[in-house]
C-alpha cells in the first residue's frame, strides 16, 4: 500500500509564511468592534514579530488600530486562525492570523482609526445589525464572527 504524506496549506502553497494575531473586540453591550479599512469591514489585527507572544500582538494591534485604551482589553478565548495571501513590499506571502475574543471594559467608546493605516472608520455593531454588514466582511472575518457567534456569544462572562 502506498502512503501518502499529508501536507498542510503552507506546503501546498510555495509561499513565505508570516503570522499575525488580531481580535474580535466585544464591550460591555455585547458590540463588537469593526474596521472600514480598503472598501470593506475588517478587524484589527497585525504581524507577530520576532519574540513577541500571540497574546500580546493581538492587544497592541487593536489598541495601535483602533486607538481603544490597552488597560481595558483582556482576551478571553483563542477563536480561530484564517490563512489569505498578501503582498508586502512586492512580496507574496502566505499569512496566518490567530484571532482572539478581547473583551473591552466599556461601551460604545470613542475610537481613534489608525488612519494611516487605511482604516477610515471604526465602528460598534450589535449582534442584531450584523447582517447588514455581512456582504462588506472579509470572508476571514466572517469566518471569525460566524465561530464566535456559534460558539461563545452567549458564554457568560466569568
Not at 500582538?57 to 487593536?62: G, H, S
Not at 482572539?100 to 471594559?105: A, E, G, K, S, W
Not at 445589525?129 to 456569544?153: C, G, M, Q, S, T
Amino acid at each position: 500500500m502506498k502512503k501518502f504524506k499529508i501536507l498542510t496549506l503552507s506546503d501546498a502553497i510555495d509561499l513565505p509564511v508570516i503570522e499575525a494575531a488580531g481580535g474580535l473586540v466585544c464591550n460591555r453591550n455585547h458590540h463588537i468592534l469593526l474596521m472600514f479599512k480598503r472598501g470593506k469591514w475588517d478587524m484589527p489585527k497585525g504581524r507577530i514579530e520576532e519574540n513577541s507572544v500571540r497574546e500580546e500582538t493581538a492587544l497592541r494591534e487593536v489598541q495601535e488600530e483602533t486607538g481603544l485604551n490597552i488597560k481595558k482589553l483582556t482576551i478571553q478565548a483563542k477563536l480561530v486562525s484564517t490563512w489569505h495571501t498578501t503582498r508586502h513590499n512586492n512580496i507574496k506571502y502566505l499569512k496566518k492570523t490567530h484571532w482572539y475574543l478581547i473583551d473591552y471594559d466599556g461601551n460604545d467608546d470613542d475610537t481613534d482609526p489608525q488612519v494611516k493605516e487605511g482604516i477610515i472608520e471604526c465602528r460598534w455593531v450589535h449582534l442584531s445589525d450584523l447582517p447588514e454588514y455581512r456582504e462588506l466582511l472579509r470572508a476571514r472575518i466572517n469566518y471569525v464572527v460566524d465561530f464566535w457567534h456559534k460558539n461563545l456569544a452567549y458564554t457568560p462572562k466569568p
